[in-house]
């Protein structure tokens, strides 16, 4: 068990049954009443994301999830197949799953494979990725670096908005928690 007040971002608790990951979360103290802690939480099985305020000092149990380093192979059809850099076995996850990781997932990509005993709960992918540039416009002379931006369409299909500077084949390393451009990779 764990109190609230230990809360942490990627903390995983379960509650009323269902395994939830603290997205966020804010202590309150209010001039009239008690404390509390008011939390963003999101569902590790359908991933759905709800806010839920528990009192201060509260107890909940911290769920024991696993981390597992597994190499994204390829895509078969709707599944994506996974192996174990360790033992060489093979796991296939629905798309469904998978749905904001595709944006950024690439063949022989290392990736964290979260499991909740024997239940396969999803994919956690690094902060950062370095992507190649498929499409974008041509910057034009004369544009700074800091002098706005333009979209572009990065080899796994995600649209990024970048500096204008960058080009087509350019390699860039892209923020994987809100997909925002980093630099030059």
């Known amino acids: ?6 809360f942490k971002n990627g903390l995983t608790i379960t509650v009323d049954g269902e395994l939830w990951r603290v997205v966020e979360f804010q202590h309150v103290k209010p001039g009239k009443g008690s404390a509390f802690v008011r939390s963003k939480l999101k569902n590790l099985r359908n991933g759905a994301v709800q806010e839920k305020t528990f009192r201060a000092g509260e107890k909940v149990e911290q769920a024991q999830i696993d981390r597992k380093k597994m190499q994204y192979l390829y895509a078969d059809g709707n599944n994506h197949v ?3 850099t360790d033992t060489y076995e093979q796991l296939e996850l629905p798309g469904e799953s998978l749905t904001d990781e595709l944006k950024f997932l690439k063949e022989n990509m290392i990736v964290s494979v979260i499991m ?18 498929a499409e974008t416009e041509p910057g034009i002379k004369g544009d700074t670096a800091s002098g706005g931006s333009k979209p572009a369409t990065m080899e796994t299909g995600v649209v ?9 084949g350019d390699v860039l390393t892209i923020n994987t928690v809100d997909g925002t451009y980093i630099s030059r990779a």
């Open 160 to 168: 990024v908005q970048v500096p204008f500077f960058v080009n087509e």
């Open 116 to 133: 909740y005993g024997a239940e396969t709960l999803g994919v956690e992918l690094p902060n950062t990725v370095d992507l190649a540039v």
């Open 82 to 84: 996974f192996m174990d």
């Open 1 to 6: 068990m764990i109190s609230v007040n230990e």
